[in-house]
């Protein structure tokens, strides 16, 4: 009786054991799944995340690319581009420059500014390195003291053929007298852009500074 009871016991202690086990065995693949369905998640997560990312820098390189075409387009201010600015002055030094005839192009000798090196000095006329939109302006002193040249100063801004716009300036036995003009004109690659004197066969053109001759290109289209 006593042999039987202990084996009875050692049965249910064996039965108790395999069915703890058994839990415990369903508890870690319980666990196991749950881990490995975060990890699933965490994956889909990172996968998404990387696509975001992905397009993220597709558009910031691309609008880079826009940023580069809009710096670099044809039409835009020069101090924006590679290529300028262009931009010159020049004036006439001497006190007198005399006996300047009818249909003469100006000559200003002295260059103050020449960025794009347009402006010829020995000439006196600007070649347009760039198309674009221009301002020049023009100022001109007329001398009158009897010995240099007759007074009634008549000029004009050129481009090529065209006239832009003209000066006009009448000195007297005691006074000299100043003229002055600014155009906003479109030039082409290689035009040429100066001052040219119109009916005067004996102009005397004062200097000292006052006559002068500028350019500047605002935009290049």
């Given at each position: 009786m006593?042999?039987?009871?202990?084996?009875?016991?050692?049965?249910?202690?064996?039965?108790y054991?395999?069915?703890?086990?058994?839990?415990?065995?369903?508890?870690?693949?319980?666990?196991?799944?749950?881990?490995?369905?975060?990890?699933?998640e965490?994956?889909?997560?990172?996968?998404?995340?990387?696509?975001?990312?992905?397009?993220?820098?597709?558009?910031?390189?691309?609008?880079?690319?826009?940023?580069?075409?809009?710096?670099?387009?044809?039409?835009?201010?020069?101090?924006?581009?590679?290529?300028?600015?262009?931009?010159?002055?020049?004036?006439?030094?001497?006190?007198?420059?005399d006996?300047v005839?009818?249909?003469?192009?100006?000559?200003?000798?002295?260059?103050?500014?020449?960025?794009?090196?347009?402006?010829?000095?020995?000439?006196?006329?600007?070649?347009?390195?760039?198309?674009?939109?221009y301002?020049?302006?023009?100022?001109l002193?007329?001398?009158?003291?009897?010995?240099?040249g007759?007074?009634?100063?008549?000029?004009?801004?050129?481009?090529?053929?065209?006239?832009?716009?003209?000066?006009?300036?009448?000195?007297?036995?005691?006074?000299?007298?100043?003229?002055?003009?600014?155009?906003?004109?479109?030039?082409?690659?290689?035009?040429?852009?100066f001052?040219?004197?119109?009916?005067?066969?004996?102009?005397?053109?004062?200097?000292?500074?006052?006559?002068?001759?500028?350019?500047?290109?605002?935009?290049?289209?």
């Amino acid at each position: 009786m006593g042999g039987a009871y202990i084996i009875l016991l050692a049965c249910c202690a064996s039965c108790y054991a395999a069915s703890d086990l058994e839990i415990f065995q369903s508890l870690v693949l319980d666990r196991l799944n749950t881990l490995e369905g975060r990890v699933a998640e965490q994956n889909g997560l990172i996968t998404s995340q990387q696509s975001v990312i992905e397009a993220l820098l597709k558009t910031v390189f691309s609008k880079d690319e826009e940023l580069k075409d809009i710096i670099h387009r044809p039409s835009r201010f020069v101090l924006e581009s590679g290529d300028g600015p262009v931009a010159f002055t020049a004036a006439i030094q001497p006190r007198v420059q005399d006996h300047v005839g009818a249909n003469a192009t100006v000559k200003f000798e002295t260059v103050i500014t020449n960025l794009g090196g347009g402006y010829n000095n020995t000439t006196g006329v600007f070649t347009a390195p760039l198309p674009g939109l221009y301002m020049f302006s023009c100022s001109l002193l007329d001398h009158f003291d009897g010995k240099h040249g007759s007074a009634k100063l008549h000029a004009e801004i050129v481009q090529n053929d065209k006239i832009l716009g003209r000066v006009f300036a009448h000195a007297d036995d005691t006074n000299r007298d100043q003229g002055a003009n600014t155009v906003f004109v479109q030039v082409n690659q290689g035009d040429r852009i100066f001052i040219r004197s119109v009916d005067n066969n004996d102009l005397a053109l004062g200097g000292e500074m006052y006559s002068t001759f500028s350019g500047y290109l605002l935009m290049q289209l």
